[in-house]
Nanobody
């Protein structure tokens, strides 16, 4: 049974930091590109960051470049999103996604974790 379980969300003040985790099970983690998306109320889901299956290549949305860092541990089957210099505009539900490297039509989503940036 495939599972992606996000954790680490919460309420943080502007300028603060959070680290999100996504624990994967039920599939061969090292064969999947891992990514983080977010969806704010009334907005479409957007890509935040992605990391290649071996972890050597990353990509970021312009809005988070330099503030967020994506990483993965292919032994622990976990992907992380370290978020810093958080802004109210970062408030959203953050989702983890696993996409099969060799065929993008195979993918899985996590259930999401809420991040709220507010004073």
């Amino acid at each position: 049974q495939v599972q992606l379980v996000e954790s680490g969300g919460g309420l943080v003040q502007p300028g603060g930091s959070l680290r999100l985790s996504c624990a994967a099970s039920g599939f061969i983690f090292s064969r999947y590109v891992m990514s983080w998306y977010r969806q704010a109320p009334g907005k479409e889901r957007e890509l935040v960051a992605a990391i290649a299956s071996a972890g050597g290549s990353t990509d970021y949305a312009d809005s988070v470049e330099g503030r967020f860092t994506i990483s993965r541990d292919n032994v622990e089957n976990t992907v992380y999103l370290q978020m810093g210099s958080l802004e109210p505009e970062d408030t959203a539900v953050y989702y983890c996604k696993a996409t099969y490297t060799y065929n993008m039509k195979y993918f899985y989503w996590g259930q999401g974790t809420q991040v709220t940036v507010s004073s």
